[in-house]
């Protein structure tokens, strides 16, 4: 598949390139939900003390992922709900190793899986994701190919470029523990088509590795996405998983497997046009929002846990850093109604199609809000979110068959192509919420399918007991 | 701003649910998102949206009738500001009534149906036809099929076609020979007891009698002819504003031209006594104003970019089919409402190709 649709949005408050390392908060809150697993099986007990690395909860439907505890401290499950507190901390790091008589699924692996077992338990598995399904392949299995992304092209998440510059060496060392756990399949590095510095330094660590096929990417929202380049390299749904990791996945699996160290910190962004300096951060999870929130954001400003076009709003009931938060996105609250605002000419305004004078004035960034600008309306046909669509369906139709409540036909048009990326619902003129549409259809698809299983099975059951 | 937008605070109990007046509140959600932007904020991502609205949308379209509008005036004179009115009224008391009865929001596609709708009329219509037109159009065209975003057909195409075939004698009798000097007929009021200035010929209807109007009168539009169309240079301009902005789709403009005018030439080159030059028929009659403001109405016209050229070619050599083998002597307004019809068929064909692409995915 040719790479298609795609766009870049100009906001303001992009993250700088320099990378700042948060101090040790008094209290960590870890939530035990999180965007991706429910660590629901809780390994540790209240007040127990415990140091870092230790399993605090695994998520038995994530291939037991574990829940680490970023520091030493003392453990407090009654005060939050929802949340692993860790009170009276103290950031010695002393590594702890794991044993091989330790692991749980110690009984169905030879030696050979040692090494993912090593990266399931300290920490650096869930970093890993499949790129059709995005959920967390088995870690026992071995891939039809392995995608690293060294870019983000989703406004206001961490830069690619920042955390190699940082941690170059443990990337591409990161690479070949990476292929050492393949067979013969390709790991395919993702690099921005223009020529950056970065780029080029990585060009010169991986010569001579055979086994890494390098994909240029144009800088263009999402081609970025794992679903897309698979479909963009031609590899198959059905062949296997894919497993896909971004840069810091890299350098994760890196320190699991060279210096048996549990992964707990990591890079996040603290940006957006509601930060008062959008920056990247090095934390630990658990680390409170409330603090980052006194000391990042403007006044009036939403919290959003990811980047601006595909985060999740962050509720006061998650009190801290997730573990696979990638940055909190502050955008600020719309504070007037603008006063005939759509005879206004718009020189400030940023829009995908030139309506605006602004379009007279070449790019630039503007600070938007979280305003609708809009009323919702029905649909014209306009056919702006095809053209941006880069998953080729056609979300306009989509829309009309989930108004009909036609489930067979939305399902026959490919809602499962579509891969979330918001562009679709950014650029709607008549601001109908496409994309949280598609998310709850292709809920209700499953939920039916779930359904539909069941009762064969049951029906299945049923006859081998006659 | 702020003692208007507290006279709104302060009104709004009264349309609320249990309010006196709150059948009427969709007029009321109207006129508060007209003068203020909407105070709703984003649930769920992305959290910040564009800022193009339907409002900004709709509007580009008004911004690109305006020269039509302007040069109307000139060259027919000031009744076309009555009929605009009317037609405004008509069809925005169609489209209250029903958003109402409905109990749904006001659309803005009647600021568009309501301005094109009188542009698509001879100059000197009576205005009870304007209203009667306009309502039948936004009633029958738009509303029985669900509203706007729902309807199969341009909404000012029905009305238009409504009163061609319910009052030929009346609209044939209401043509204006175009006004010419400083001021044309800026100044005047032209209606159809104005007997000098009542033409019976449009230069389709002198073709048909073998007498061409020279293109350049065509281009600048001093000929007689419905209101909007006559001006083909202004009619471009305002076309490829509305193109530059992305609001109307260039596949169906370029499909429809380029289709009417290769069709023409060709019949000229076989024939050149008795079919005009490709240029005189790109300028003559509606086929400008429809290929840029009527058949690339999103709506009623496929949504999909290959299906636009599909329509746009079969709107064009249609046009040109009925204006040579017929005894109509304009083919726009069928040939438009021939591609309504086949659009979402075409659509069909194009989506069932695109999921065959995609079955190997």
Redesign the interface.
């Given at each position: 598949m040719k790479l298609r649709g795609g766009y870049n949005l100009k906001i303001e408050g992009r993250p700088g390139g320099f990378l700042d390392k948060a101090s040790l908060p008094e209290t960590l809150y870890l939530p035990l939900a999180s965007r991706s697993f429910n660590f629901s099986q809780i390994c540790t007990v209240h007040g127990r003390h415990v140091v870092v690395g230790d399993i605090l909860a695994r998520d038995p439907d994530n291939y037991d992922i574990p829940l680490l505890s970023p520091c030493s401290g003392q453990v407090d499950l009654e005060s939050t709900t929802g949340h692993v507190v860790l009170h009276e901390l103290s950031g010695d790091e002393s590594g702890v190793q794991i044993k091989y008589d330790d692991a749980k699924h110690a009984h169905k692996m030879g030696s050979a899986d040692f090494e993912r077992h090593k990266l399931l338990n300290l920490g650096a598995w869930e970093y890993v994701k499949d790129a059709y399904t995005g959920q967390t392949p088995d870690p026992l299995s071995t891939p039809q190919a392995v995608i690293v992304s060294t870019i983000q092209l989703e406004p206001f998440l961490v830069r690619g470029d920042v955390l190699l510059e940082a941690s170059l060496q443990q990337f591409t060392r990161g690479l070949e523990h990476l292929q050492s756990l393949l067979e013969y399949q390709p790991i395919y590095l993702v690099l921005p088509k223009i020529k950056t510095d970065i780029s080029a330094k990585i060009k010169e660590h991986i010569r001579g590795y055979a086994w890494v096929k390098t994909i240029d990417v144009p800088l263009k929202y999402p081609y970025d996405n794992a679903a897309i380049l698979s479909r963009h390299i031609g590899l198959k749904r059905g062949d296997g998983f894919i497993w896909s990791l971004n840069a810091d996945g890299v350098v994760a699996v890196d320190t699991a497997l060279t210096s048996s160290k549990p992964c707990v910190e990591r890079v996040i962004s603290v940006a957006g046009p509601g930060a008062k300096h959008p920056l990247h951060l090095r934390l630990t999870a658990g680390y409170p929002v409330a603090e980052i929130r006194k000391r990042y954001a403007q006044k009036h400003a939403v919290a959003v846990d990811g980047g601006i076009l595909t985060g999740q709003l962050l509720t006061d009931d998650i009190k801290g850093i997730s573990v696979d938060c990638k940055g909190i996105t502050f955008v600020p609250e719309r504070q007037s109604r603008e006063f005939l605002a759509f005879v206004r000419p718009g020189f400030d305004r940023q829009s995908y199609a030139p309506c605006f004078m602004s379009s007279l004035r070449g790019l630039f960034a503007e600070r938007l809000t979280n305003s609708v600008r809009g009323e919702v309306r029905p649909c014209v046909s306009c056919n702006f979110c095809e053209e941006v669509c880069p998953a080729g369906i056609t979300p306009h139709r989509l829309h009309k068959l989930i108004y009909q409540d036609d489930i067979d036909e939305i399902e026959r048009s490919r809602i499962d192509l579509c891969i979330e990326c918001g562009l679709c619902s950014f650029v709607c003129p008549s601001k109908i919420e496409l994309m949280h549409e598609f998310q709850e259809a292709k809920g209700a698809i499953a939920k039916e399918k779930a359904a539909a299983a069941k009762r064969e099975a049951d029906a299945a059951q049923q006859t081998d007991s006659e | 701003?702020k003692i208007?937008?507290q006279l709104f605070e302060k009104v709004r109990p009264v349309f609320e649910d249990k309010g006196v007046l709150s059948p009427m509140k969709p007029l009321y959600e109207a006129m508060e998102?007209?003068?203020?932007?909407?105070?709703?904020?984003?649930?769920?991502?992305?959290?910040?949206?564009?800022?193009?609205?339907?409002?900004?949308?709709m509007?580009?379209v008004i911004i690109a009738l305006l020269p039509c509008v302007a040069a109307s005036l000139y060259f027919f004179g000031l009744q076309i500001i009555s009929m605009i009115v009317v037609s405004y009224a008509a069809g925005g008391l169609v489209e209250v009534a029903f958003a109402v009865i409905r109990k749904e929001?006001i659309?803005?596609?009647f600021l568009v149906t309501g301005l094109i709708f009188p542009l698509v009329l001879p100059p000197a219509t009576p205005l009870w036809m304007v209203a009667v037109g306009c309502a039948f159009g936004v009633f029958v065209g738009k509303e029985i099929f669900g509203?706007?975003?729902?309807n199969l057909f341009n909404p000012a195409i029905v009305g238009r076609c409504f009163l061609a075939l319910a009052y030929p004698a009346a609209m044939s009798a209401s043509w204006i020979e175009p006004g010419s000097g400083l001021t044309g007929r800026l100044l005047q009021y032209v209606t159809g007891s104005n007997v000098e200035a009542i033409t019976s010929a449009t230069p389709l209807v002198e073709a048909k009698q073998g007498v061409f109007a020279d293109t350049l009168h065509l281009a600048i539009g001093n000929i007689s002819g419905s209101i909007g169309e006559t001006s083909g240079l202004l009619i471009i301009i305002g076309g490829i504003f509305l193109l530059?902005?992305?609001?109307s789709?260039w596949r169906t403009v370029v499909g429809v031209l380029g289709s009417a005018v290769l069709f023409e030439a060709i019949l000229h080159g076989v024939n050149p006594e008795q079919y005009a030059p490709a240029l005189w028929h790109l300028f003559a009659g509606g086929l400008l104003f429809g290929a840029f403001f009527m058949a690339t109405d999103?709506?009623s016209?496929p949504?999909?970019?290959q299906g636009k050229w599909t329509y746009g070619v079969l709107i064009g050599s249609v046009a040109i089919l009925i204006r040579n083998f017929s005894g109509y002597v304009e083919g726009m307004m069928f040939a438009i409402l021939l591609g309504n019809i086949a659009a979402p068929i075409i659509d069909e064909i194009v989506?069932s190709v695109?999921?065959r692409m995609?079955r190997n995915?």
């Open positions: - | 701003m208007l937008l998102n007209f003068f203020f932007a909407p105070a709703s904020k984003t649930l769920y991502a992305p959290f910040s949206r564009d800022p193009l609205d339907i409002k900004r949308y509007s580009m929001k659309a803005e596609g509203g706007t975003g729902r530059l902005t992305k609001v789709n999103p709506v016209s949504s999909t970019n989506f695109r999921l995609l995915e």
